[in-house]
């Protein structure tokens, strides 16, 4: 049983808190995760004071030992997380006073929870977004290694769902790989923008204490001090860009998945999931479901709705600090872990399918993908383009009408549509010639794609 001791803060109260609000206002049951972010604070905020000669070198050592003992508990599983202690922070100082006695009294000189915590979140978020770095680099390699396994292969490209021009596989895994790598630079940003500390910041007005925050900035690995002390404990625009971040992740992870769910289907049949990524029905024997992906689409919901949290929580807040703060820590660790999760199971889906190739080109007789190629062909024949994209539509009503491509089509029956049309009208024609035209840099021409392909490999070679 925990035995109910006296708040740290509580030096003006006669009354403890009721059982009902002690239960409402606690925070440990899930901000104990910034554990190891809250003891690094702590040591690097010990050791600026010694410096500064707030404290002795001798109480500075014992803090720090006792931090590291705490440190290790918590890792060996025998820290005793108690709720009347409320937080992450007041368990590890409470904890320390009792390792160590009246040394730990003094860790809180020139420190406040609200510079604490802002300082904790940023150090957390920083290596969090190091973490779903890596997870997207992952994932890139498997698409990476993908697109270079069937770097022949043609498919049809959509616009609107519905057929639209031939594209090379490799194209479209590729334009996934360049989604993700906007996601890194975008977390890159984020993380160099919330690079400041809070620390010593206190409550909101800062200390008259002769403190030094660049050094504990410093310590820490942070860029310098955050100028405005009300800024840096009321500030949580970093979360709001991390968990922007995520959801603009989440929602790139949840396109793939839904064309990977359609690919799946037996309407496409263009993706075959090996059975270690898909799971079968309860009562139809014969399902196969690619689940793994149909969840990383559903989970997206969760971390857009995180983001909303978020920002609902801060909209109405006046500066300083405000104790609804503290409703900030399960969205941002739900959305991180969330993401983590979705990027993984990714990456193991991508490792997992192949595509159906035969099922793939018959396919591509429909749709007339090549109809956008036969009008690049007028052009090179002097026609305005806005007459030939007429000329095409007609000769593709004409091929319907007779139930052809129109590549088969006669050159009798095209010079019927317009006489501009020549035999070399054929070299356009069909989804391999369509493709074999495309030349603009960035296109799905095989050179570009190749060439980009290649770059991709050079760079993952590189990190």
């Given at each position: 049983?925990?035995?109910?001791?006296?708040?740290?803060?509580?030096?003006?109260?006669?009354?403890?808190?009721?059982?009902?609000?002690?239960?409402?206002?606690?925070?440990?049951?899930?901000?104990?995760?910034?554990?190891?972010?809250?003891?690094?604070?702590?040591?690097?905020?010990?050791?600026m004071l010694a410096q500064q000669g707030l404290i002795s070198m001798e109480d500075m050592e014992n803090i720090i030992?006792?931090?590291?003992?705490?440190?290790?508990?918590?890792?060996?599983?025998?820290?005793?997380?108690?709720?009347?202690?409320?937080?992450?922070?007041?368990?590890?100082?409470?904890?320390?006073?009792?390792?160590?006695?009246?040394?730990?009294?003094?860790?809180?000189?020139?420190?406040?929870?609200?510079?604490?915590?802002?300082?904790?979140?940023?150090?957390?978020?920083?290596?969090?977004?190091?973490?779903i770095i890596h997870k997207i680099m992952d994932f890139q390699v498997a698409l990476i290694k993908l697109a270079d396994?069937?770097?022949?292969?043609?498919?049809?490209?959509?616009?609107?769902?519905?057929?639209?021009?031939?594209?090379?596989?490799?194209?479209?895994?590729?334009?996934?790989?360049?989604?993700?790598?906007?996601?890194?630079?975008?977390?890159?940003?984020?993380?160099?923008?919330?690079?400041?500390?809070?620390?010593?910041?206190?409550?909101?007005?800062?200390?008259?204490?002769?403190?030094?925050?660049?050094?504990?900035?410093?310590?820490?690995?942070?860029?310098?001090?955050?100028?405005?002390?009300?800024?840096?404990?009321?500030?949580?625009?970093?979360?709001?860009?991390?968990?922007?971040?995520?959801?603009?992740?989440?929602?790139?992870?949840?396109?793939?998945?839904?064309?990977?769910?359609?690919?799946?289907?037996?309407?496409?049949?263009?993706?075959?999931?090996?059975?270690?990524?898909?799971?079968?029905?309860?009562?139809?024997?014969?399902?196969?479901?690619?689940?793994?992906?149909?969840?990383?689409?559903?989970?997206?919901?969760?971390?857009?709705?995180?983001?909303?949290?978020?920002?609902?929580?801060?909209?109405?807040?006046?500066?300083?600090?405000?104790?609804?703060?503290?409703?900030?820590?399960?969205?941002?660790?739900?959305?991180?872990?969330?993401?983590?999760?979705?990027?993984?199971?990714?990456?193991?889906?991508?490792?997992?399918?192949?595509?159906?190739?035969?099922?793939?080109?018959?396919?591509?007789?429909?749709?007339?993908?090549?109809?956008?190629?036969?009008?690049?062909?007028?052009?090179?024949?002097?026609?305005?383009?806005?007459?030939?994209?007429?000329?095409?539509?007609?000769?593709?009503?004409?091929?319907?009408?007779?139930?052809?491509?129109?590549?088969?089509?006669?050159?009798?029956?095209?010079?019927?549509?317009?006489?501009?049309?020549?035999?070399?009208?054929?070299?356009?024609?069909?989804?391999?010639?369509?493709?074999?035209?495309?030349?603009?840099?960035?296109?799905?021409?095989?050179?570009?794609?190749?060439?980009?392909?290649?770059?991709?490999?050079?760079?993952?070679?590189?990190?």
């Amino acid at each position: 049983m925990e035995t109910v001791q006296k708040k740290l803060w509580g030096g003006r109260f006669e009354q403890s808190v009721t059982p009902a609000v002690e239960k409402f206002s606690e925070s440990v049951s899930f901000d104990r995760k910034l554990y190891k972010h809250d003891i690094q604070g702590s040591r690097a905020h010990a050791t600026m004071l010694a410096q500064q000669g707030l404290i002795s070198m001798e109480d500075m050592e014992n803090i720090i030992s006792g931090l590291n003992e705490i440190e290790r508990r918590i890792e060996s599983g025998e820290f005793l997380w108690r709720t009347d202690r409320e937080d992450v922070h007041m368990n590890i100082e409470a904890e320390l006073i009792d390792l160590v006695g009246d040394p730990a009294k003094k860790l809180h000189t020139a420190r406040s929870r609200n510079d604490q915590v802002a300082t904790d979140v940023r150090l957390w978020c920083r290596d969090s977004m190091d973490k779903i770095i890596h997870k997207i680099m992952d994932f890139q390699v498997a698409l990476i290694k993908l697109a270079d396994s069937y770097k022949d292969l043609i498919i049809p490209g959509y616009t609107h769902l519905q057929r639209a021009q031939p594209l090379l596989l490799p194209h479209l895994l590729l334009a996934y790989v360049e989604q993700l790598e906007r996601d890194i630079g975008r977390l890159k940003d984020c993380q160099q923008r919330m690079n400041y500390c809070p620390l010593g910041s206190c409550a909101l007005a800062g200390t008259g204490l002769p403190i030094d925050r660049f050094a504990t900035a410093s310590a820490l690995g942070f860029i310098e001090p955050l100028r405005n002390s009300v800024d840096a404990v009321s500030d949580r625009d970093f979360l709001l860009e991390f968990l922007s971040v995520n959801s603009i992740l989440a929602v790139h992870l949840s396109r793939i998945a839904e064309e990977w769910v359609l690919w799946a289907s037996e309407e496409f049949g263009f993706l075959t999931p090996s059975d270690a990524v898909s799971t079968g029905s309860s009562i139809m024997p014969q399902k196969k479901n690619p689940d793994p992906m149909e969840l990383v689409r559903g989970k997206s919901a969760r971390v857009i709705g995180n983001l909303t949290t978020l920002l609902v929580l801060c909209k109405g807040l006046p500066h300083a600090y405000n104790r609804d703060l503290q409703e900030d820590k399960e969205p941002l660790f739900d959305s991180t872990e969330t993401v983590i999760a979705m990027l993984e199971v990714s990456t193991e889906f991508a490792y997992n399918i192949s595509f159906n190739e035969e099922r793939i080109a018959k396919s591509l007789t429909a749709g007339h993908l090549d109809a956008t190629t036969m009008a690049d062909y007028l052009v090179y024949k002097g026609v305005p383009f806005r007459t030939s994209h007429e000329i095409v539509g007609k000769s593709v009503a004409l091929a319907l009408s007779k139930g052809c491509q129109l590549s088969e089509l006669s050159i009798a029956e095209l010079r019927s549509v317009n006489p501009a049309f020549d035999e070399d009208v054929y070299k356009y024609l069909g989804v391999q010639n369509a493709v074999g035209w495309f030349r603009s840099f960035g296109s799905t021409g095989k050179a570009c794609v190749m060439e980009e392909l290649r770059l991709w490999k050079d760079k993952v070679v590189r990190r």
